[in-house]
Each structure stands twice: as structure tokens, then as C-alpha cells.
């Protein structure tokens, strides 16, 4: 089976750094994904790690270690509009078709202060 | 490209009452996704299909649901009858390819309530 945990909920100050955690356990991984959904609003694509390490992107990082089924989304220089849910998917091969399909974690809540 | 299209962005009806949700994908995307996001279970796959044939319905709740896709530019997803527990947003996506790097663009989805 498969199952993804994130917390529920953070809370961050206007300028600081944040970390967003992300646990898995596949059958099949094959890349993991980090989305950014507003309220009321779709999920958009942030990020895609499939080696360990650690991927940059602006403001955004994203890191990997498939040994420990461990991800995290670090967001720094935060600002108000980073209030968001962040939701953490990783792709399954066991999981309907030959590469596998997107399994979402229900998705960490970050509420920006200022 | 206007991004992957939803109808109606709302939708309230009764108990009972058919109810069927509209997609158009991004063109030349192959593949397309029946995603329903709720509190309890965050975003859950429904179906999905690649070159217009599903491949894939085994997230498809009961026999109530069922999704089609005529073409490549069109999809519903049909609930008859409705029931208040499928409340919910109802997303579809669509992508180039189901492997590797290739990502999920998103609908902004319809917010379906049933009472």
C-alpha cells in the first residue's frame, strides 16, 4: 500500500524560513513532487526530485533522501502570500500504470504571519 | 493555452439528482485525471485516461460514478444518483506523459454540494 505524511498545519513569521516535512512509504517510488494549492484554488506544481539531494528553485528548495522515504520543502524569505497549502505527491509504480500515478499527501496548511 | 478548463465552478443540487462535471484539457496532453479533494482524504485519483481509453478507474468510489471521454479535447464525470457525501472539490488535470518529471496542470475545479 501507500501512505504520505505531512503535518496538518505550520505557522511562520514574514521573513523567516520555514521546513515542511514529508514521510512515504511506496512499493513502487518513482519521483516525488511538492504542489502549492491557495484556498479555493487548484494545486500548481512546485518542485520534482527523483535522486537524493537537494533541489533549488528561488525562494523554494526541495530535498530527497529515498533511503529514509523522506522529503522536505524549505520556502525562505517568507512572505504572506507563501500562505498556502503545500502538498507533497509521490509517483508509484504499483499504482495504476507501467511509471506510475500521483499519490497526494492530504496536504500541510501554512498560515504567513507578519 | 487557457490551461485545463472546468464547468461549473459551483454546482448545489439534491439528493438524488444526476450531476455531471465538465473538462476540457490542455491540448496535445495525453493524459487526463479525475482528481476529488476532500478535508478527510485530501485529493484522491478517481480515473484517468491516456489517449482518450481509462486505464485506470479503480479510485472510482462506486458504481454511482462513472467518466468518459469522447474526444480529446472533452471529459465528464457523472454521478447518478448524487448522495451528500459526495460533497467535495472535484478536480481534473491533465499532463503530457505519466512518467518521470512530467506534471499535473490542474482545473480550478468544481466545488460540488449536495443537499
Known amino acids: 500500500g501507500q501512505n504520505i505524511d505531512q503535518p496538518t498545519e505550520m505557522t511562520a513569521t514574514e521573513g523567516a524560513i520555514v521546513q515542511i516535512n514529508c514521510t512515504y512509504q511506496?512499493?513502487?517510488?518513482?519521483?516525488l513532487f511538492w504542489y502549492q494549492q491557495h484556498a479555493g484554488e487548484a494545486p500548481t506544481f512546485l518542485s520534482y526530485n527523483v535522486l537524493d539531494g537537494l533541489e533549488e528553485k528561488g525562494r523554494f528548495s526541495s530535498f530527497l533522501s529515498r533511503s529514509k522515504g523522506y522529503s522536505y520543502l524549505l520556502l525562505k524569505e517568507l512572505q504572506m502570500k507563501d500562505s498556502a497549502s503545500y502538498l507533497c505527491?509521490?509517483?508509484?509504480?504499483?499504482?495504476?500504470?507501467?511509471?506510475?500515478?500521483?499519490?497526494f499527501g492530504k496536504g500541510t496548511k501554512l498560515s504567513v504571519k507578519p | 493555452d487557457a490551461g485545463v478548463i472546468q464547468s461549473p465552478r459551483h454546482e448545489v443540487t439534491e439528493m438524488g439528482q444526476e450531476v455531471t462535471l465538465r473538462c476540457k484539457p490542455i491540448s496535445g496532453h495525453d493524459y487526463l485525471f479525475w482528481y476529488r479533494q476532500t478535508m478527510m482524504r485530501g485529493l484522491e485519483l478517481l480515473i484517468y485516461f491516456n489517449n482518450n481509453v481509462p486505464i485506470d478507474d479503480s479510485g472510482m468510489p462506486e458504481d454511482r460514478f462513472s467518466a468518459k471521454m469522447p474526444n480529446a479535447s472533452f471529459s465528464t464525470l457523472k454521478i447518478q444518483p448524487s448522495e451528500p457525501r459526495d460533497s467535495a472539490v472535484y478536480f481534473c488535470?491533465?499532463?503530457?506523459?505519466?512518467?518521470?518529471?512530467?506534471?499535473?496542470?490542474f482545473g480550478q475545479g468544481t466545488r460540488l454540494t449536495v443537499v
Open positions: 488535470a491533465s499532463s503530457l506523459a505519466a512518467q518521470g518529471r512530467a506534471e499535473a496542470f
Open positions: 511506496t512499493s513502487g517510488f518513482n519521483g
Open positions: 505527491a509521490v509517483r508509484d509504480r504499483s499504482y495504476g500504470g507501467s511509471q506510475g500515478n500521483l499519490i
